[in-house]
């Protein structure tokens, strides 16, 4: 009886042959339902997509490889967090307010992540291809991720310090959360390749570069390890939602020409959407960090101008893409972004889940130097009476309530494009009802969409309704989630005394151990014992 001849042993995969096996080759072509009836979503747009396998992957992960490089991310970052615990780490901070910043960012980002992450998981449902579905999969996961982790991270802080404790509903509720809320539903509630661009390109491009890369080194530079830690660790990711981001560009270019003017058209809109956005971040940068690193208008010529701009938009004008409309304003901007953001913060504060206070000299002088076109002809003559009416006992808080743009819903505070000490302000008027807008680029958007636009949920117009707990300050106030030290004027308040007072038993401490020194230097064996 011959022996039956050995098997040769199976060829080993290669990477791109294990992931596509892992990912492209579980797709399947249904036989009872039409392709329309299974992706009802990716036509009414005007996409026309004509080959989803042309769709390229940058970075080749199968979901095991996947969870194993999170998971070793997780545990640098949760022994970081535990040691800063432990060890009393909110102390070391440069000062109490520098967590201002983070309670917007607790507020005003974290809730996006989770935004993100549940419609990402719905694209991954809807997408044609298996390839778009797959990245759309692993970055619904990232940004679950994300908001665990800024969570966790920042609930620490939740022991000790105000403005924490109540932040999903603030972001649904507070005025100026607002602005970052309707950006992201404004995404939600477009198609699925709009919603990748606003995303891809205007949320991880444009947003996610200038807060996690310049504040989070601020956040270093404040004692702030572990939002330096979470922020480093979800940049990795960000890299990579970028990265995918640019492909869905490329991606919808090249599949059809027809395809140019309405990526196009979202370009120009995400852009000046984004943009608004990050006036918030603006004045994060400038204002709310104690020790400052790097300000608004270094940041935004670094990672946008050079890095956008003059690195991202001449590579897209091969697909016949060019830079968006209405760059030129937020150029010029750059030396007056963050300062009209505080501004408008500062006189309001009182209705914000934060405190907020005129720089120092230390601080002033900073900005001086930051901004040597702007700060000293423009800004520092208004916070200096600010200050002045704050020593006096009569600190200043606007006593009514802001006309706010339809599209950002920013208020009225941007200067008008070569002038700044005019306020921008533009309307449009649309069956009947005249619509207030901040710029010429949320009027442009306006008049693109306006049904959309209409139907915003502003804060001003609901309080003014009698739709936000009552018509007083104090009804207001109860009907956000707001309690005691939260908002206002930072010099004296709750955080401000907890925080000094802290530090001066740090110092007592000190002191009495000093002292110890001393004496165990002359008789260290005794001193040691009636110690014991």
């Known amino acids: 009886m011959k022996e039956a001849p050995a098997r040769k042993p199976a060829k080993k995969l290669s990477m791109k042959q294990r992931y596509s096996a892992l990912t492209r080759d579980l797709d399947w072509?249904?036989?009872?339902?039409?392709?329309?009836?299974?992706?009802?979503?990716?036509?009414?747009e005007g996409i026309k997509i004509h080959d989803w396998s042309k769709w390229d992957d940058p970075f080749r992960l199968t979901v095991d490889a996947y969870y194993r490089y999170q998971a070793e991310k997780d545990k640098r970052l949760y022994s970081v967090l535990d040691?800063?615990?432990?060890?009393?780490?909110?102390?070391?901070?440069?000062?109490a307010n520098y967590l201002n910043a983070m309670k917007v960012f607790l507020s005003g980002v974290t809730p996006l992540e989770y935004a993100a992450n549940r419609h990402?998981?719905?694209?991954?449902?809807?997408?044609?291809?298996?390839?778009?579905?797959?990245?759309?999969?692993?970055?619904?996961?990232?940004?679950?991720?994300?908001?665990?982790?800024?969570?966790?991270?920042?609930?620490?802080?939740?022991?000790?310090?105000?403005?924490?404790?109540?932040?999903?509903?603030?972001?649904?509720?507070?005025?100026?959360?607002?602005?970052?809320?309707?950006?992201?539903?404004d995404a939600l509630s477009a198609g699925p390749f709009e919603f990748l661009i606003a995303i891809g390109f205007s949320f991880e491009y444009l947003l996610t570069n200038l807060l996690f890369v310049p504040f989070m080194s601020g956040a270093s530079f404040n004692g702030d390890l572990p939002t330096m830690t979470f922020g480093f660790s979800a940049q990795s990711d960000e890299s990579r939602h970028m990265t995918l981001g640019l492909e869905a560009i490329k991606f919808l270019l090249e599949q059809d020409e027809d395809n140019v003017p309405i990526v196009q058209e979202w370009v120009d809109k995400w852009f000046w959407r984004g943009y608004r956005v990050t006036s918030l971040i603006a004045q994060m940068l400038d204002y709310m960090l104690p020790r400052p690193v790097m300000s608004w208008k270094e940041a935004f010529e670094l990672?946008?101008?050079?890095?956008?701009?003059?690195?991202?938009?001449?590579?897209?004008a091969y697909y016949g893409i060019r830079p968006p409309k209405h760059v030129e304003?937020?150029?010029?901007?750059?030396?007056?972004?963050?300062?009209?953001?505080?501004?408008?913060?500062?006189?309001?504060?009182?209705?914000?889940?934060?405190?907020?206070?005129?720089?120092?000299?230390?601080?002033?002088?900073?900005?001086?130097?930051?901004?040597?076109?702007?700060y000293d002809q423009l800004y520092r003559p208004r916070y200096d009476k600010q200050a002045k009416m704050a020593a006096e006992g009569n600190r200043f808080f606007y006593p009514g309530l802001p006309q706010l743009c339809q599209v950002c819903q920013?208020?009225?505070?941007?200067?008008?494009?070569?002038?700044?000490?005019?306020?921008?302000?533009?309307?449009?008027?649309?069956?009947?009802?005249?619509?207030?807008?901040?710029?010429?680029?949320?009027?442009?958007?306006?008049?693109?969409?306006?049904?959309?636009?209409?139907?915003?949920?502003?804060?001003?117009?609901?309080?003014?309704l009698g739709n936000c707990g009552g018509p007083s300050v104090p009804e207001v106030l109860d009907w956000y989630g707001m309690t005691e030290g939260d908002n206002g004027e930072y010099i004296?308040?709750?955080?401000?005394?907890n925080w000094q007072k802290w530090h001066a038993q740090v110092e007592d401490v000190v002191g009495d151990s000093e002292k110890t020194e001393d004496v165990s230097d002359q008789e260290p064996f005794a001193t040691s014992v009636k110690e014991a």
């Not at 040691?83 to 000062?95: M, N, P, R, V």
């Not at 004296?492 to 005394?497: A, I, K, L």
């Open 120 to 185: 990402f998981s719905y694209l991954a449902r809807h997408f044609n291809g298996p390839g778009p579905r797959f990245a759309a999969l692993c970055q619904s996961i990232d940004e679950l991720r994300h908001a665990q982790t800024e969570i966790h991270t920042l609930s620490n802080y939740n022991k000790y310090y105000s403005g924490f404790h109540n932040f999903p509903q603030m972001f649904d509720r507070v005025w100026y959360l607002s602005v970052p809320k309707s950006y992201f539903e």
């Open 492 to 497: 004296g308040s709750v955080d401000h005394q």
């Open 410 to 464: 920013v208020p009225m505070l941007f200067p008008e494009h070569g002038d700044p000490t005019k306020i921008c302000q533009r309307s449009s008027e649309y069956k009947g009802e005249h619509f207030n807008l901040c710029s010429d680029g949320c009027q442009w958007i306006f008049e693109r969409e306006p049904e959309k636009y209409i139907q915003a949920w502003m804060p001003v117009h609901q309080i003014m």
């Open 29 to 44: 072509t249904p036989s009872y339902v039409s392709e329309d009836e299974m992706f009802p979503h990716t036509k009414y």
């Open 83 to 95: 040691g800063f615990a432990q060890g009393q780490g909110h102390l070391t901070l440069s000062e």
């Open 303 to 316: 990672y946008f101008e050079q890095q956008m701009l003059n690195g991202l938009f001449p590579d897209l």
């Open 329 to 374: 304003q937020a150029i010029w901007e750059k030396d007056h972004l963050s300062h009209a953001t505080h501004n408008a913060l500062y006189q309001f504060s009182f209705a914000a889940n934060f405190t907020t206070s005129t720089p120092d000299a230390e601080h002033s002088a900073w900005l001086a130097k930051s901004y040597p076109d702007s």
